[in-house]
């Protein structure tokens, strides 16, 4: 935290599926750094100089089949265009909605990413006594200044016909998925899916093969192992295996064990025990 400015950075060495919204105050600029071939967000597959600039409170599905890093710089949208004022002499140009994905040149974003990393570090290294103000200050002009130029002298993505049906497949997925909270997450029946969605069965496997590489019953397949994760890691003193898978739809714990083995790369009682160690979780 710098003043109003966030910056996150956060490693998977696993395929992960996360959902979520960006915060309501602020506009993100959000850029994979690693594994970027294995990444899409909104389903839309990211290119290797692209940063997406999300507005204030967008939906986000973030889906990498691999290992991947990513870096997330928030500030609130009146910092970041009276910023572009000053520099460009024009407003930087956001979505209303949903994001817009500017290409940048490599230099800008070789420079950004530094920039972001360098803070995090120095961060880390002053805890826990903190940044004092007038490194905050100096470290925020440069990280705000150095954003907008690398946006200012990059290109906006055009829509395509592509853009546009990965935006409709991706509603469609998150309306599957919500049908398939709403009758529980113990088992996938496609074919009520398909009926209750509008879409043939087969219809319905292609959208999916295309949009996320997977079919769809891998893909909540996916979406169960990553919820059981996250329990997992937030664990409490009273939390067990059994009643995590279950909650999750697993019913057989020996399979369900191995599965999450292969995702995550250990057991679930693995997870919880480290997670139980934490000072925090006592």
């Not at 990965?166 to 997450?185: D, F, K, N, P």
């Not at 997977?214 to 409490?236: K, S």
Request: charged share 20%.
């Amino acid at each position: 935290m710098l003043g109003d400015i966030r910056i996150e950075s956060g490693t998977y060495n696993f395929a992960v599926i996360g959902q979520g919204a960006m915060p309501q105050d602020s506009v993100c600029i959000g850029l994979v750094d690693e594994g970027v071939a294995l990444t899409r967000c909104n389903l839309e597959p990211v290119g290797e100089d692209d940063v997406q600039v999300y507005a204030p409170g967008a939906e986000l599905t973030y889906h990498a089949s691999g290992a991947s890093r990513w870096i997330n710089f928030a500030l609130p949208e009146a910092m970041l265009q009276e910023e572009a004022m000053t520099r460009l002499g024009r407003p930087i140009e956001l979505a209303k909605r949903g994001f817009m994905v500017y290409r940048l040149r490599r230099q800008g974003r070789m420079h950004v990413q530094q920039l972001a990393y360098d803070a995090l570090d120095l961060a880390a290294e002053l805890s826990p006594a903190g940044i004092a103000p007038q490194l905050v200050r100096e470290m925020s002009r440069a990280l705000v200044a150095a954003y907008v130029d690398a946006l200012g002298t990059a290109d906006v993505a055009e829509s395509s016909g592509r853009a546009a049906t990965a935006q409709r497949h991706h509603q469609l997925i998150l309306a599957c998925e919500r049908l398939l909270s709403s009758t529980g997450v113990g088992g996938v029946n496609l074919s009520e899916i398909a009926r209750r969605s509008g879409y043939s069965q087969r219809s319905l496997e292609l959208i999916f093969q295309n949009a996320v590489g997977m079919t769809p019953g891998r893909w909540f397949a996916n979406i169960r192992l990553n919820g059981a994760l996250r329990e997992l890691v937030a664990a409490g003193a009273d939390c067990n295996v059994t009643d995590v898978a279950t909650r999750w739809g697993f019913r057989h714990l020996s399979r369900f064990a191995e599965h999450y083995r292969r995702a995550f790369g250990e057991l679930p009682s693995e997870t919880l025990n480290r997670s139980l160690a934490r000072p925090s979780s006592r």
